[in-house]
C-alpha cells in the first residue's frame, strides 16, 4: 500500500495511475492520522509553492508530514515536493518551506526561456536504489520556474543544465524528490517510481550519464476533438479552421485510442483542443473529462486540454469560473490548459484600462497552479498594410509580399475558431499574456491551417523575440523538413504535429530520426 498526499491542486491522477500501473494500491491522504499511519509516502507536488505551504498549514498536514520526514521512512517528493524540503523558496517568500533539508529555492536566471519546459537529462551526483535499471542517458520531463539549491553537496542525487547547473533530484537516506516528473517521464519515469515502489533495489551507479544535459525539442501530437453531427466526440482536422468535408465533420478516429498511438511513436506531449465549446454541459459532466482520465491511464507524457476555460453558467443555472474549469481538467489529468479566445478578450480589457484586474482567468489559475500550467493559444491571421506606421499594432516587414505587392504585415488575433477579427496583434497579446501569467506560447496560423506549406517562421520569430517563455509552433507542417526548419530558423521550443500525423504521412518516430541524422537539434 502507497500512501499519496494529495493537497487538493493539481494533476495527481497521472501518479496513482502510474503506481497502480505498477501493481500497487494508492490510500489518498485525508487527515494527519493517515500521514502517521504510513510506511511509504508519495508526494506530488503540484504548482504554486506558496499554495502549497498554506494548504498543508490550513489542512493541519503540516507538522504529520514533517514527523514522517523525520522518521527515515521511505518518501518521495516530485517537483514542488522538493522544493518544500527546503527552508523558503523566492516564490513565495512569506510562506516558510519545510525545513528538512538545508538551502533554498531560487528562480532560474539565465537568458534561456523560463519556465524551464521538457525533456531534459540528468547528471548522478551518487549512487542510487532509484537508478537500478537505467543507463544515465535517458532523458525526463521538468516543468519548472524554480530550482533548489541545497547547501549540502551530500543530499544532491543528480543535476541538470539549462542555462546554469542546478539541482534536479536529492536524496538522504530514504528520503528522495525529483525536481522533474517520472509519471510524465514515459518508460524510464515509470522505471524510477517501480524502483522506489520495490523498496529492495541495491544502490547502482548510472554508466552513461552526459557531461552536459541538454533541453530536447519537443514535438506535440495535438488532436483537434470535437461532437460530430451525432454527438460523438471525434478527432477532425480542419482546413483554414473548416472542418466539415461533404458537409459532415471530419471523422480521423477516437480521441484516447489515437493519443495512445502517438504515444507509443513517441510523442512528448499531446494536446486535446476542444473546438466546440460545449457550452451547455454541466461541470461534472463535460465531455472531454472522460477522455483525459481514460487518456491519462495510459499514456505517461503531459496532457493538455484548450477550449472552454472561461467563465459559464450551464443548462442548470450553475455559474462556473475558468479557475473552477480549470480545476475539474487538472483532476480529470490534464497537466496544463490552454487558453484562446478569452485571452484576447482580457488583452483588450487590460489595454482598455491601462491595468490588469488580477482576476482574469489567466491570473487567477497561473497563482494557484504556477504559469507552466497555462497556456496562450494564439490564432492570428495576417493582415497586409502598405507601411509600418499606418496601423496602431505592431507591424513587421514580411518576405511574403501580399496581394498588391504590400511589403509589411501584422497579424490580427481572432475568436471563435478563427470568425472574428479582434483589434489586437499577436505579438501585444503574447507579451501581455505572459505578463499576466502565462508560462507557454502555443502560435497557431489561420493562413497556414491545413496547406502543408510549412510553419510561419515570420509569425514565430515576431512573437518569440517578444516574450520570454517557451513557444511552440503551429500550423502548416507538411514534411519532416518544416521541422528542421522551425528549430534551425527560428528559437521555438517546441513545434505541434497534427495534420501531417492524422494523414500518415510519417510519424513522430520518422520525424525525430530525420531530426537527428541532419543536424544536432536534441530530441528526446
Avoid at 141 to 151: G, I, M, N, Q
Avoid at 160 to 170: I, K, L, N, R
Avoid at 294 to 314: A, C, E, W
Wanted: net charge negative; with cysteine.
Amino acid at each position: 500500500m502507497i500512501t499519496l498526499l494529495d493537497y487538493g491542486a493539481g494533476n495527481v491522477r497521472s501518479v496513482i495511475n502510474a503506481i497502480e500501473r505498477l501493481g500497487e494500491t494508492v490510500a489518498v491522504v485525508h487527515s494527519g492520522a493517515d500521514i502517521d499511519r504510513a510506511e511509504r509516502l508519495v508526494f506530488p507536488g503540484v504548482g504554486n509553492f506558496g499554495a502549497l505551504m498554506r494548504t498543508l498549514r490550513e489542512r493541519r498536514l503540516r507538522d504529520p508530514l514533517i514527523r514522517y520526514l523525520h522518521s527515515g521512512k521511505p518518501f518521495f517528493g516530485i517537483c514542488v515536493a522538493l522544493q518544500a524540503l527546503f527552508a523558503a523558496s523566492e516564490e513565495a517568500p512569506e510562506e516558510e518551506g519545510l525545513g528538512i533539508l538545508p538551502g533554498r529555492v531560487q528562480r532560474f536566471r539565465c537568458d534561456l526561456a523560463v519556465p524551464h519546459i521538457g525533456w531534459n537529462g540528468i547528471k548522478a551526483r551518487q549512487a542510487s536504489p532509484l537508478f537500478h535499471g537505467l543507463q544515465g542517458d535517458e532523458k525526463f520531463y521538468f516543468v519548472h520556474s524554480y530550482h533548489a539549491v541545497p547547501e549540502n553537496r551530500a543530499d544532491v542525487l543528480t543535476a541538470t543544465d539549462y542555462g546554469c547547473e542546478f539541482t534536479s533530484a536529492v536524496q538522504r537516506g530514504q528520503l528522495v524528490a525529483t525536481q522533474f516528473h517520472p509519471e510524465k517521464s514515459g518508460p524510464a519515469g515509470l522505471r524510477i517510481l517501480e524502483n522506489f515502489l520495490a523498496g529492495s533495489r541495491e544502490s547502482v551507479r548510472l554508466s552513461a550519464c552526459p557531461g552536459t544535459t541538454t533541453l530536447a525539442k519537443r514535438l506535440i501530437a495535438c488532436l483537434d476533438v470535437r461532437a460530430n453531427d451525432r454527438g460523438d466526440l471525434v478527432v477532425t482536422k480542419g482546413d483554414q479552421y473548416d472542418v466539415r468535408e461533404g458537409g459532415a465533420v471530419r471523422n480521423l478516429g477516437d480521441p484516447v485510442a489515437m493519443a495512445g498511438d502517438y504515444y507509443d511513436q513517441g510523442a512528448d506531449e499531446i494536446t486535446f483542443l476542444n473546438i466546440t465549446g460545449f457550452r451547455d454541459f454541466p461541470l461534472e459532466d463535460l465531455p472531454l473529462l472522460q477522455v483525459l482520465e481514460q487518456t491519462s491511464k495510459n499514456v505517461f507524457v503531459p496532457l493538455t486540454i484548450g477550449g472552454g476555460i472561461r467563465d459559464f453558467t450551464d443548462r442548470d443555472g450553475h455559474r462556473h469560473s475558468a479557475l473552477d474549469v480549470a480545476a475539474r481538467y487538472f483532476r480529470a489529468g490534464a497537466d496544463k490548459v490552454s487558453i484562446g479566445s478569452d485571452a484576447v478578450l482580457i488583452v483588450e480589457e487590460v489595454l482598455r484600462n491601462g491595468a490588469a484586474s488580477g482576476l482574469s482567468s489567466i491570473e487567477q489559475i497561473a497563482r494557484v497552479y504556477g504559469n507552466q500550467a497555462v497556456v496562450l493559444s494564439v490564432d492570428p491571421r495576417r493582415v497586409y498594410v502598405s507601411g509600418p506606421d499606418t496601423v496602431p499594432h505592431t507591424v513587421i516587414e514580411t518576405a511574403v509580399p501580399g496581394p498588391n505587392g504590400e511589403r509589411y504585415c501584422w497579424y490580427q488575433c481572432t475568436i471563435r475558431g478563427g470568425r472574428e477579427g479582434r483589434p489586437v496583434d499577436a505579438v501585444t497579446l503574447a507579451r501581455v499574456c505572459e505578463q499576466l501569467g502565462a508560462g507557454e506560447i502555443l502560435l497557431n496560423c489561420i493562413d497556414r491551417d491545413g496547406t502543408g506549406a510549412g510553419f510561419d517562421l515570420e509569425l514565430i520569430n515576431a512573437v518569440r523575440s517578444a516574450v520570454t517563455v517557451p513557444v511552440i509552433a503551429s500550423s502548416g507542417a507538411g514534411c519532416s523538413e518544416h521541422y528542421l526548419e522551425v528549430f534551425t530558423r527560428t528559437r521555438a521550443e517546441a513545434a505541434l504535429a497534427a495534420g501531417i500525423l492524422h494523414r500518415r504521412e510519417v510519424t513522430i518516430g520518422a520525424v525525430k530520426t530525420f531530426l537527428r541524422d541532419r543536424v544536432p537539434i536534441r530530441t528526446r
